[in-house]
């Protein structure tokens, strides 16, 4: 199907694991993004990537590591998952530089 | 330091009736402005888009203000239902938010009465 896909939807590990919230988008859009959002906070940008081989960080980057080797997929991975890290992670991407960005279901993660 | 205040209370209202969020800035100057729609346990699903130079932007019941002396955009939402009740973001781009990032608010929850 056609789309913006995000997994696992829903995760629970623990302090210390290492995690990778995988990300695929099927409209070979330029722009991914990763956005967690938690209560009090809205969505808080974690890293975005303009093009393949391209990243850079936005908000909130610390204990994240991103890498885009293809444009349909954006992986997120936690190297050292802390309870802080706790959240719902959403994946976005777009075309051009504005507009509208297209986001995935969301991944639920719980850090014990 | 830069904010984006949208109300955190829920926003009650009855059918038919037309609902009004508020979204105001501090210290951003932003290019253009979104507003998104987000459901329990889904991704904020793309509303509409209104640049600096536009003061209003109408999609069928939808309508967006945009007043950049104000620092502030009003969404309305004409004849409301009950589907309409969702929590509606708003999101600030471009400007000294930074060409390709989006700044988001907290969001606004509605919630439409029959």
């Known amino acids: 199907d056609a789309g913006i896909t995000q997994s696992p939807r829903y995760k629970i590990t623990e302090t210390g694991r290492q995690v990778t919230l995988m990300c695929h988008q099927t409209?070979?859009?330029?722009?991914m993004f990763w956005y967690r959002q938690d209560l009090g906070h809205g969505l808080r940008l974690i890293y975005y990537s303009a093009a393949a081989d391209i990243t850079d960080k936005g908000e909130v980057p610390d204990g994240y590591v991103v890498s885009r080797s293809k444009t349909e997929n954006f992986p997120l991975t936690l190297e050292s998952a802390t309870r802080s890290q706790t959240s719902v992670y959403f994946c976005?991407?777009?075309?051009?530089?504005?507009?509208?960005?297209?986001f995935g279901e969301g991944s639920r993660l719980t850090v014990l | 330091s830069q904010k984006i205040e949208q109300n955190s209370e829920a926003l009650n209202i009855q059918e038919g009736k037309t609902a009004t969020l508020t979204c105001n800035y501090t210290n951003y100057s932003p290019a253009y402005l979104q507003w998104y729609r987000q459901d329990p346990g889904r991704g904020p699903v793309f509303l509409l888009l209104i640049r600096e130079n536009e003061k209003e932007k109408r999609k069928e019941r939808l309508k967006v203000t945009f007043d950049t002396t104000l620092k502030q955009s009003l969404f309305h939402i004409t004849a409301s239902q009950p589907a309409d009740s969702a929590t509606y973001l708003c999101?600030?781009?471009?400007?000294?938010?930074?060409?390709?990032?989006?700044?988001f608010g907290t969001g606004t929850r509605l919630l439409v009465s029959p």
């Open positions: 976005a991407s777009r075309q051009g530089g504005s507009g509208e960005l297209f």
């Open positions: 999101a600030l781009g471009g400007g000294n938010t930074g060409f390709q990032k989006l700044v």
């Open positions: 409209w070979s859009h330029s722009y």
